[in-house]
Structure formats: C-alpha cells, structure tokens
C-alpha cells in the first residue's frame, strides 16, 4: 500500500506541490493580498558607463581613491579581477558582444516594497527608478535592439542602460570541449586501462588454452575437489585437481585422508596459478584506478570547496551546475568499479595470474562451498522466493564459496610441495596429483602402538615433520586494525563509505562527517565483538612449550611443534598435553575440563601389549591423552621384576587432526546457519532496497527542474532508510546477552548461537551429573543366598543395607573393582559411582603398591594386589579387575557393571531366574544397580594371565549379586524443570542409565507426572521390538502405543525407549514417529546420544545440557549446547557453565529470548526511524524544504545512536514465559507492530500539515521553492513547512524508541529501561522546549520558531545576544503564535500516545492475545 501511495504521488507532482497553488489563497478561501517586502528587492543596473550609474551608485560611492570594479565592487586595483565575475554578463560562459562592455552599479540599497508582486517585474524596476531618481527607459538585459532613453543630463553620449541580475535570462548550458588538459589525461588512463585489460584477457587466453582443452577432454570436468574419483574417470582431472586418496607413499605407515573416509574434511575446489609479469602490470593497474577513483572524486569535491585554485569550481569553469554533473557520473562509475572489485575481491588477484596444473602453480585458489544449515520454520513463499534469486546470484558470481589463495611451498628436504588452509598442512602426491592433508597410522591395535615404544630417528621424524606440518594450531586472529579494514571492505560499508562522499560534496560535510563517524562507530563495535572473540579461540587453540622426546634412542629436548606422529614423549605433571597420544608407560591423572568439560580428573593408564583393537575416542579412551588437557600428575609404575616404567606417551596425531584440532576447526570456520530470522532479513534488505528506489524516483520527478539536485538529494535518502547501525544492531543484542550470561557464570564461544537459544522448543538432558547430583550414595546390597557353598535354591537374600553386613567377595569387589585413584595432596579421583563406593569399603589406595601390583588397596586389615585390569568402556558398560587375596593366595576376578551386560558373562547356572526383576525393580525405585561377579582362578601367576583378552577374564564368572545407589537429584532440578515446562520448553532426558531409573528420575524431575503411564520399549531375543508397561509390569500391545503417537490414547501417557529399541526404530526408519512421544531414552551410548540429538533437531531448536565427557558429541551439535564445566575456555560446546545446576538452562532460554527479543526491537526501531525519515525526505521533495543541518546531526548523531543503543540494553525478564518471542521479522506481529507505527506517524504528519494550512497566520506566508536555488539546501529551512515536518519528525524519532522497549514478556518491563527511558525523556523535553518556547539559542541553532534579528526587535521585542544569520523567507522568520505551537504541540504528543495505544493494544496485548487464540500460527505441538 504504501509503495502504491508513492507511484500515485508521482503521478500527481511536478517541481511544485499541485494540491495547493503556493500563495494565492489565504485560509478563508480569498486571494492572498500582495504583501510588503523588505529586502535586496531591486535588479542589477547594467551600464556602459559607470557615470551613468545613479548617484552614489557608480565611483562616487567608492571611497577616495578607490574606483567601481566590473565585479561592483570598490577597489584601488581593478585589473585582476576576470570577466566572468561581471554580474552584467548573466553567467554566460560566453557572454554576447552587445553585453561586453556593460559594467554594474553598485547593488541597490535594501528597499521595502508595499504590495510587492514577483511575478510584476515592471512595477519593481519603476518603484527601484523612482526610488533612486532614475530617469529614463532602461530595457531588460537581452533586449539589445531596444531604444534607449538617456537622462536628460547625461554626460555620456550613445550610453546603453540594462537591467540585470535576477532578470538575466537562462544561461546557455556549459558544456566540457574535453580537449581540456584534465580530460585528455583521464580519457588517457581510463583508455590505458581497458587496453592493458583487453590485452590481458587475450593474452591470458592462449596461456590457458592447454588447461582448457583438458578440461573439454574430460566431460564433467569440475575444478579440482578434495573427492575421490575412480582412476579410469579421474585422469585428466588429477592432474588438473590433485584430490585426495589413500595411498602407501615414503612410509608404510603414512597415508593421505581421503574425504571419502574422513566425513569432517572439506570438499575443495582447486586451481593453481603461476605469476606473469604482464599480470602484474595488469592487477597493479586495477589498484591504481581503485585508487584514482576514490582521488579523482575527492579532486572534484576540493575544487567544489576552492581547494585547487582561488576560487571553487575552476574545474567545471566557475559552473556549479556543470560540477554537479561531472561529479555524478565519476561518483557512479567508481560505485559500480569498486562495487565489482569488492563483489571479487578473493578471486582479483588470481585473474592476473596463469593458470595452470596445481602441480605446476605458485599459488592455489582454493573454493569451498558454504552450505547453510537451515534453522526455523518453513520459509513463506515469498521468502523462498527471495532466497532462490539470492541462490541464483550466488551462483551466477559463485558468492557462496569461501576463496583463499595460498601460496605453494616446498619442505627443505624432499622439496614435497604443501600448502596451509583452514590451519592444515595440504600437501601434494606425484603419485595421483592430488593435495590432501597426511596422516599417520600406527596401528590398530594395542600391540601394534606398544612397537612404536622405541620412538622415532631423526630421519624418520624429519620426513613425518615435512608430510604432516607443524604441531602448532595457528590461528590468524587479525589485531583491531586489520579486522577494522576487512569490516570496511565489505558491500554494506563500501555502499556507506561512497555515499559519504556525496555528503561531504554540497557544503553538506558537517551532516557527512556525523554520519561518517556513525558508521565507524558501528564498524568498530562490530570489530570489537569479532576480534575479542577470535583472540579469545587463538588462546584456546596456540600452545607451545618444551617437552622431551626421544629420537635416535636418546632424550632430547625440544619444541612441542617438533611433536610427530610416532615420537614418544615423557609425561610430566603440570604441562599440557601437547598432541594426541597413547599412554605407553607410568599412570597419569588430567584435566579435561577445557575439551570435555569433564569436571573432574580422570585417570590415564599405560595400553595394554595385546591384540586388543585400539580405538581413541571409544574403548581406548582411558588410554589415551588429548591434546589441550592438563597433565596435573605423571608417576612411574614399577613392574613385577622391580623395573620402573616412567609416564610416557606415543604421539597419535597433531594439529588439528587431533581432537582439540576439530574443536577448534568447527569455531573457526563453522558450516554457516540460517536462522529464520536470517532468511527474513535478506528479503526485508531486499524491500527496503525497492522502497530506496522508489524514494529516489520521487526525488528525480520533485526535482525535476535540476536534476542534479534531484540525484544528489535521493542519494541522501537511500543511504538514511538503510541505517548504517543495522549490522551492528544484532551484535550488540548477543553481545549484552553474553556479558550477562558471564556474570552468571556461563561463557559462550559462538554469539549466534545465543538468539537460537531464544527459540529452542525442546532441551535434552543428560541424567547423571546434570539433573541429579556428581556423587551418589551408597544404598546397600542384594546377595545371591548361600553364594560361599552354592547350596539350596538360587535365590536372593533380603535387601541388605550396611556394607559391612555384605558378603566378602561383594565388599572385596567394591574395594578393587573401580578406576579410582589418588592425587597429590590425597584427592581421589574417578567416576563418581566408583568415588561413592570405594569411599563406603573405607580403603586406602597404597602410595607404594606392591611390585608387580597395578594397584595395592588396604581393607579391612587386607592387603589385595590388583594385577591385572580392564577400565570401564562404553561398549560393554563393565570393568574388571584381577586381585590376589593374601588370605588364600588366589587370583580373584571381580566384574561390575551393567546388569544387563554383567549378565552375558555370567554362569547361568548362578543366575537367579528372578535376576532382571529384582534388579528392574531396584532401578524403578531410583536404585543406580550394578551387578558383581566373581571368579576365582586359584594360585596361579600372573605371567600366566598377560596376554588373556577381556573375555578370557569375565566369562564364567559367579553371580555375587547388585550393590545398588541412588542416585540423589539436585535440589534445585525439579524448579529448573518446572520453570523450562512453564515456559513452553519440552523436557527429555538422554542417558547411558537403566530405563527404569532413568523413568524414576524422570518422574522426581518433573520430566513427566508422577503418576502417569510409562510404556517402555525394548528388543527382546528375537531382535523385535516389544513394549511393557512399568508400573503394572504388563507387556502393552503396539497398537495402544500407536494410539499414544496419533494422540488418541486416554489417560497421561509417556513412553520411554532403551538404546536398542532406538536403534531398532532407525533401522526400520520410524524413529521420526516416535521421537517426540519420548520422554527417557536410555542405555544411550556416546553415538546414540548424537543421533538422537539430531532427530530432535529436524522437529524444532533443540538444546542439549550435559556434564562433558560421552556427551561431547551431542553438546556440539545440538543448536545450543551447554556443557556443566568447571573451565571457562571449554570449547566442548557453544555455552559451558561453571555452576552445576541446570538452572544455568533457565537463564541461557531466559537471556537468550531477551537477546532475540532486543535484537528484533532494534531492528525494528532502525525500519521505523528509516521510514520516517523517509517520509521527512517525501515531504521535503514534494515541498523543495529541508531542515536545517543541525537538524540532521541532532537526529542521526544522538537520538538514533543513543537510543539505538539503549534499546539493546534492556534487561531480560525474570522468568520465562509460556510464549516464545517471534524470530519472524515478516511474521504477524512485527509487521501489525512496524507497519501500524509506521502508518499512524504517516497520518500524523498529513494531518499536522492538514492543520497548518488551516492556519491564517501560515496561507499566503508560503514557501516558495520558485524564489531560490534548491542546490543551496541552507537556504530551504526558514519557512513554517520546515518547522512543522521537524517538529513531527523529532517527537516520532524519539518516540519509536520507546515503542519498541514495549512488552514484558522476554524483557524487562519498559520502565525498568532506565537509560532509554532518561534519554527518551530528554530528547522529548528538548523537543518541546524547541517548539515551546519563545525564539532562543537552541531552537535558533535548529532555524525553527526564530527569525531575523530585526524582525525579532520589530514584532515581538526580542533582542537575542547570540548569532542568527538572517532568514531567506519573505517575512525574515517562522515564528509560530503561541496558542498554536501548543496546538501543534498537542498533534505530536497525540501521535505518540497512539503509536503507543497501538502497540500495547494491538501489537503486544488484548487484541495480539485474543488474535492468537482465535487463529494460533501452526507451530511445533509437543507435549511438555
């Protein structure tokens, strides 16, 4: 509507308004009266003579000794000053001959002319001759062939007499002959260029031909890609491409990733280029031009100001229309240059370079393809829309590929050429002439790493150092000035930087500097998040320190750079872990805190000399040391045969093929995410560009009369509708947020993430260590009975609740069969169960363990001597120890674990039939249950047993029983629950734990209702899936659980699954049914988290909070993932909180609704003050006006910076609400919000200006563009429209502000704003004071309520102090009666209180509420 209301107007206009015909009626409907005018009234008297000049007019006016000059000016030295300043030649570039000789009086006096008539030029030349005793004819300038009639006493014969000035006609247009020197030398060098570029296209395509016809050779040829391809497919692109493969090369254990194995490696595009000499002239011709674009206008604008010769405008032959349009042009054609340049500015140099094979080049362009993860609710269709024509321009100019170029090297010994990208070393294979990065593989097996012990020559590692690069994460964190500079080179600011140029053109430089200064401030904010942040990663990521490695069989001090895959290190206590590595001797406790979030120490022991398959981040992880983590303790082990085997470590990988490495890749260079929010803004970018357009043909047929004008006043509106704030608008609001988190004790690494998390609809949770406490408490025992003799029926004794009370191979178990271990200074560490249980036995870990003892653990006046042990892994769920009882001298395996898994290495014969009931139903009760078994494999040695797998150990063993835990939940995890349900957010628990604790917990939690139905599912033996009702123990048919899924089941009814049964419905491809009808999902391993993460996140923003470790995965993929650590440089995932309480959930959807709630006020407080300087701009086109510029500074430089920036500010609400705030930026309540201001400030400014020409003091006192040259903008302020659009627009500016601090719900209330609010305040008492008060210094700075000082002395008897330079308008002032500024006064108080009713009434509250019930949007419809 309002695009359509614009078109119309242009129909409607011309250069003057044509609703009303300027000064011809009075508000009565009369002819307006001619009025008295003082002023410069009489035209220029042109003589021949100056002894025909009127008295006192000619030489006699000057004073002694000086004469009349032909500029009419008095002076002793006439001879310098050039013709053209001869007013009597009517800025005619070339004056006729018959004007030649005329020479101009002295100007008239100020006259005043009792019904002065413009249009009646007659009457005033006959007034201005009676006036100063003229006698005679006097023609007009032009009229040559008129007779002339001299005063009778004239002294000259054949005299000529002209009038002149402002009756001078048109003069002829100036017109360049461009054989000007200035021009042939820009005709020169613009020839120049596109001759060196045409030669350089030409020459650059018979270089390239070879690599063309290749490429024609090989039919779907594509640019060199890091994808492998088959051989016979492939031949003509390797050696174009140099892809990756596995390939064995120097060494039998090296080989390059290939991508088809390596998921996380980029899929790459490259090209190799060879510098030219002719290339260079080329691109250093291309930065010349970039250059003398930007000096060539900057020459112009020095000589519109006089900097370049004595006077402005030499250049342009003292025309400044002809200035106007030189400048125009030379601006548009270095817009579209610099916009191309800046559009290719990755891929520039490169096109002055050959290219070639990338095993011949000097330089690789390197592309990889950005594509977006798309985040939100379905695109409408015209957002869609959008999106495709973004898509397709993208292609077309291939913007959605991040380009690098890197520069070939070669490595000092085997001259391997290599590259870094993305902190990688890429290096290329003759073999298949492809790049991919080298790894190492040493092995897949224990034994296969334990031959690596020997380390390493310097030869070997020498080779392995050129193939893999430097074992150092370098991150290019530019400092503040560089990142300043990249900011600045985009489009957005490129676009505002050149339109600064147009300001600081037209005498207008104050406003251009003001605006200038706003878009650095907004660059520099921008800069200042970006830097801190990427400083903040290259911390995290940049290590180096000494270590001792072994080469050639000795130890030898160096560098942790130096580190390659295959050297063995010592371990000391206190340093960093410096690359990946396999523990190969001593036992180490380490931090991983900063990369697991894991909070406390876990214990590394030494790989095992067996067949055992080594697998560092799954069943090896206890063996395994990860880069970024902290050693806090190395101590030695000393063998059965009294050897001491020291804490040292084998390098697995470095750099960023480590763990660490991946991290810090995924911050570094994320896959790009497009939040709905995102997607809407482009097309809302995309209107606001239109609606620019629209403004600026408006401006071209207002001013249709001066062009120039028309052209340079659009471009001012373009650049004021698209706020130079709005990048650093979304900013500000995630930058707050994080602050505020902070002081809460959560850090974030990834500020996007901060408004998803305003949006996330469902939160998964781990169970242990998150809703329930770190430790647990020892709850008591379950005893096979007569399990010493095995006699009577297999049953379980009673529940036995004191350990001392349990058997002694159940209390010998809970004293071995754990991974604690002690620290220094006696700090015990390990898993938490293990903690709780080893604390309950009361032993003592021994400082000196037995020679040949893992471990030596004194109980009960016992010394057991663990020989052997099996950690706990995810895949088993078990651990197991081998111990030497003294009392018998027997080896004795203990097993614990899951009773499930426990279960299938148990004898069966010891097996109750009512063991999986009796253990169900202690994990329904809370009970954390782990089954216990033994085996006793009597005296025998423990060489015997050095090479017996896991199942060798465990298989066999006796039932002992289930020592059982509970599992105590956090005080505060049933508030942080409720509130999350309150505020809309379904609840889900993800844990490795039995299904039946996991639903107990759950129902403590809050998760579900303590008294709802619980269907759970399973596989059973023959690998179906079967479900059973917890409570009643009754297996539930599927089509009861189909009910529950489709909704039409009664009752309150929640299912929960085990991580077979999850598995099961994935294979069967129905998990997408059943995942949001799952409350618990149970027995997850590590993977099984990930994927059920990524389930939950097709359906909606998904959350995830866990404690580190196994939950890593699921942590850094999910849309906003919080990790319970103790470290605030984790980098585990994008939020990690140093308080363990998932009330740190609440506030992340707390801050982060606010963030997104701010960040959308802002942005919509930067649309309105856009559109309503817009419509200030309209109205000044339609008008010719223009508020004065400390009107424009007072605007742009304070109220919309300031309040802006308050807006961001406004604090989060307390709690959350049931209601997410919108991320639409086109949805329903932002457009009822924006449009509605948008549409009451329009009515009101009509309806002011409805009241203006209502008012008799206004009609017949109207401006009148006709009188003056819009080009001098300074000159278009002192009339009443003026006064009447600023006063408006002032009240409007400052009250957008405070329309969008409205609504409560995701923020603070709009009072508890306080800066916003004194601001606001301010600038609304400053205004009224403005318009207020009688005329005064600040409303005279502004030219509104203020006059003339003489016409202030004469009609109202005000003598100001202060400098007022005199007004242009006809009646010297625009002073508004009293009574009717309050009037006035009264519209805009009334527009502010209805844009205010509108948004409480409408937008936000009653109607909003009442429209939302009636018609919800169609949303994710979950069950919380």
């Known amino acids: 509507m309002l695009i359509l209301w614009k078109i119309f107007l242009i129909g409607l206009v011309t250069a003057k308004p044509q609703f009303n015909s300027v000064n011809k009626y009075d508000a009565h409907g009369n002819l307006c ?36 000059c032909i500029d009419g000016s008095c002076s002793d030295a006439c001879g310098d000053i050039p013709a053209r300043k001869n007013p009597c030649g009517c800025s005619f570039q070339y004056p006729p001959e018959q004007s030649k000789d005329l020479k101009p009086c002295m100007a ?47 002294t000259v014969d054949n005299g000529r007499r002209f009038w002149s000035g402002s009756e001078c006609p048109s003069a002829p247009k100036y017109r360049y002959t461009y054989d000007e020197p200035l021009w042939i030398g820009v005709f020169s060098c613009v020839g120049a260029e596109a001759l060196i570029l045409l030669l350089w296209v030409s020459y650059k395509f018979l270089r390239e031909n070879s690599v063309r016809r290749m490429r024609h050779r090989e039919s779907g040829f594509k640019a060199a890609t890091a994808k492998t391809m088959a051989p016979a497919a492939a031949d003509v692109s390797d050696k174009l491409e140099g892809k990756a493969q ?137 957002v869609a829309f959008a999106k495709r024509v973004e898509e397709g321009f993208s292609r077309l100019t291939r913007a959605n590929f991040h380009v690098q170029t890197c520069k070939i090297e070669r490595t000092p010994h085997t001259k391997r050429r290599y ?58 964190a530019p400092n503040y000035l560089m990142g300043f500079v990249y900011e600045v080179s985009t489009f957005f600011y490129l676009y505002q930087i050149m339109v600064m140029w147009i300001y600081w053109y037209w005498n207008y430089y104050i406003v251009g500097l003001v605006s200038f200064g706003i878009i650095m401030v907004s660059a520099i904010v921008k800069v200042v998040v970006k830097v801190r942040s990427e400083k903040r990663v290259k911390r995290m990521a940049e290590h180096e320190e000494e270590c001792r490695i072994l080469r050639d069989g000795q130890w030898q001090t160096l560098s942790t750079i130096d580190l390659v895959p295959g050297d063995v290190f010592k371990i000391e206590a206190g340093a960093h872990v410096p690359c990946d590595a396999a523990v190969l001797g001593g036992n180490i406790v380490v931090d991983e805190s900063t990369l697991s979030g894991e909070p406390l120490p876990l214990k590394k022991v030494p790989v095992r000399n067996d067949q055992g398959t080594f697998d560092k981040n799954g069943s090896s992880k206890i063996n395994t040391l990860f880069a970024g983590t902290t050693a806090t303790q190395a101590m030695p082990t000393t063998a059965s045969d009294g050897s001491v085997s020291e804490p040292l470590g084998l390098c697995l990988d470095t750099g960023t093929h480590t763990l660490k490495g991946n991290l810090v890749k995924e911050i570094l260079f994320p896959q790009p995410i497009s939040f709905i929010f995102d997607e809407q803004l482009r097309l809302v970018f995309g209107i606001l560009i239109l609606y620019a357009i629209i403004i600026f043909v408006l401006a071209m047929v207002f001013y249709e009369t001066q062009p120039s004008a028309a052209f340079i006043y659009a471009i001012f509106s373009m650049s004021q509708l698209i706020s130079p704030l709005l990048p650093a608008a979304l900013v500000m609001g995630q930058s707050v947020a994080a602050s505020r988190l902070k002081k809460k004790g959560i850090y974030c690494v990834n500020l996007p993430r901060i408004t998803m998390a305003g949006k996330v609809s469902l939160f998964c949770f781990d169970k242990t260590g998150t809703l329930t406490k ?159 078994g033994h085996r006793d494999l009597g005296d025998i040695s423990v060489d015997e047993m050095e090479h017996w797998t896991r199942d060798d150990m465990e298989n066999g063993s006796e039932l002992v029983g289930f020592i059982v835990f509970k599992n105590m939940l956090k005080e505060d995890t049933p508030q942080a629950i409720a509130k999350l349900k309150r505020g809309s957010t379904r609840t889900i628990m993800i844990t490795g734990d039995t299904a039946l604790t996991g639903v107990f917990i759950g129902k403590q939690a809050g998760l579900m209702n303590e008294a709802a139905t619980v269907y759970l599912g399973d596989i059973d033996k023959s690998g179906d899936i079967f479900w059973i009702d917890v409570d009643r123990e009754v297996n539930v048919d599927q089509s009861v659980v189909d009910q529950v899924i489709d909704g039409s089941a009664d009752g ?124 200030l701009k309209t109205v000044s086109f339609y008008f010719s006006i223009s508020p004065n510029q400390n009107i424009w500074i007072y605007i742009d430089a304070f109220i919309n910076t300031t309040l802006s920036l308050c807006v961001s500010y406004s604090g989060p609400a307390k709690r959350l609400s049931k209601y997410r705030p919108t991320a639409q930026i086109l949805g329903p309540q932002m457009l009822t919000s924006a449009m509605g201001t948008v549409f009451i400030n329009y009515a009101f400014v009509a309806g002011a200006f409805g009241w203006l020409y209502s008012k008799q003091w206004f009609r017949c006192n109207e401006f009148d563009s006709g009188d003056l040259d819009i080009a001098k903008w300074w000159l278009l302020a002192d009339n009443y429209e003026t006064v009447i659009l600023a006063i408006v627009s002032l009240f409007q500016f400052a009250n957008n502000a405070m329309v969008v601090n409205f609504g409560y719900l995701f923020r603070r209330r709009w009072y508890r704003n306080y800066p916003l609010l004194f601001l606001w305040a301010v600038y609304i008492s400053i205004n009224s004071i403005i318009l207020l008060a009688d005329p005064n210094w600040l409303s005279c700075r502004f030219r509104i309520n203020c006059g003339s000082k003489s016409v202030l002395a004469d009609k109202y008897d005000l003598h100001p102090d202060f400098y007022i330079e005199e007004y242009g308008n006809p009646i010297q002032n625009n002073i508004i009666p009293t009574g009717s500024r309050y009037e006035l006064w009264g519209i805009c108080i009334g527009n502010m209180v209805a844009t205010i009713l509108w948004q409480l009434l409408v937008a936000l509250y009653p109607v909003h509420s009442l429209t939302r019930k009636k018609r919800p949007l169609r949303r994710l419809q979950v069950k919380l």
Request: hydrophobic letters at 40%.
């Open 33 to 68: 009266p001619l009025r008295t005018r003082t002023g410069n009234l009489c035209p220029q008297l042109c003589v021949s003579d100056v002894q025909l000049c009127p008295s006192g007019l000619g030489d006699d006016g000057c004073p002694d000794g000086q004469h009349l």
């Open 108 to 154: 008239f006096p100020v006259v005043t002319i009792d019904q002065y008539d413009p249009n009646n030029i007659g009457k005033t030349t006959e007034f201005c001759s009676d006036k100063f005793n003229i006698s005679g004819e006097i023609p007009f300038w032009g009229q040559w062939s008129a007779t002339q009639k001299l005063p009778e006493n004239a």
């Open 246 to 382: 596995s390939l064995d090369d120097e060494s039998k254990t090296s080989k390059q990733s290939s991508s088809e194995s390596q998921d996380d490696e980029p899929v790459l595009q490259i090209k190799g280029f060879k510098n030219d000499f002719l290339g260079w002239i080329g691109f250093i011709s291309v930065l010349l031009v970039s250059v003398g674009w930007i000096v060539w206008i900057g020459f112009w604008i020095g000589d519109y100001y006089g900097t370049l010769g004595a006077e402005p405008d030499t250049l342009s032959h003292y025309n400044s229309v002809l200035l106007d349009e030189t400048i125009i042009p030379i601006w548009i054609f270095a817009v579209c240059w610099l916009v191309v340049c800046c559009q290719f500015q990755k891929r520039i140099r490169n096109f002055f370079r050959i290219e070639c094979l990338p095993s011949e080049g000097t330089y690789v362009q390197i592309e990889r393809e950005l594509q977006e993860i798309k985040v939100g609710v379905k695109a409408s269709k015209l």
């Open 419 to 476: 590259f870094n990208y993305m902190c990688t070393q890429y290096v290329f294979n003759d073999a298949t002439s492809q790049y991919a990065p080298y790894n190492f593989d040493l092995g897949t097996t224990n034994a296969q790493l334990r031959q690596h012990a020997d380390g390493l020559t310097s030869d070997e590692a020498q080779l392995r150092f050129e193939l893999i690069g430097r074992n150092f994460i370098a991150v290019d």
């Open 774 to 932: 770190e430790g647990l408490e020892f709850y008591g025992g379950l005893c096979v009975r007569n399990m010493e003799d095995r006699i009577g029926t297999l049953e379980f004794d009673p529940f036995i609740e004191s350990f001392d009370a349990l058997p002694n191979h159940m209390r010998s178990a809970a004293a071995t069969c754990h991974g604690v271990a002690e620290v220094e200074g006696g700090l015990r560490i390990g898993n938490p169960v293990d903690l709780e249980m080893f604390a309950t036995t009361k032993g003592q870990i021994s400082k000196n363990p037995t020679p040949g003892a893992l471990d030596t653990i004194s109980v009960e006046n016992l010394s057991l001597d663990i020989v052997k042990r099996f950690e706990f892994i995810h895949s088993r769920a078990s651990m197991s120890v081998a111990v030497r009882d003294p009392r018998d001298g027997h080896i004795h395996v203990y097993v614990k674990g899951s009773f499930e898994k426990v279960k299938e290495h148990l004898d069966s014969t010891t097996v109750p039939d009512d063991y999986l009931y009796a253990a169900n139903r202690m994990a329904r009760q809370g009970g954390y249950v782990l089954a216990v």
């Open 1052 to 1175: 309150d009814i929640e299912l929960a699954m085990t991580g077979k049964a999850f598995n099961y419905l994935i294979e069967q491809d129905q998990i997408r049914n059943y995942i949001l009808y799952t409350r618990v999902f149970a027995r997850m391993l590590p993977a099984d988290k990930l994927t059920c993460i990524r389930y939950h996140m097709e359906r909606g923003i998904t959350a995830m909070c866990g404690d580190g470790g196994n939950d890593t995965a699921a942590l850094r993929t999910a849309h906003a993932g919080i990790a319970l650590a103790n470290n605030e440089a984790s980098i585990v995932s994008p939020f990690s909180s140093s308080n363990h309480s998932i009330e740190s959930c609440v506030e992340l959807l707390i801050q982060g609704r606010s963030a997104l709630a701010s960040s959308l006020a802002g942005y919509m407080y930067l649309i309105c003050y856009g559109q309503t300087m817009t419509v």
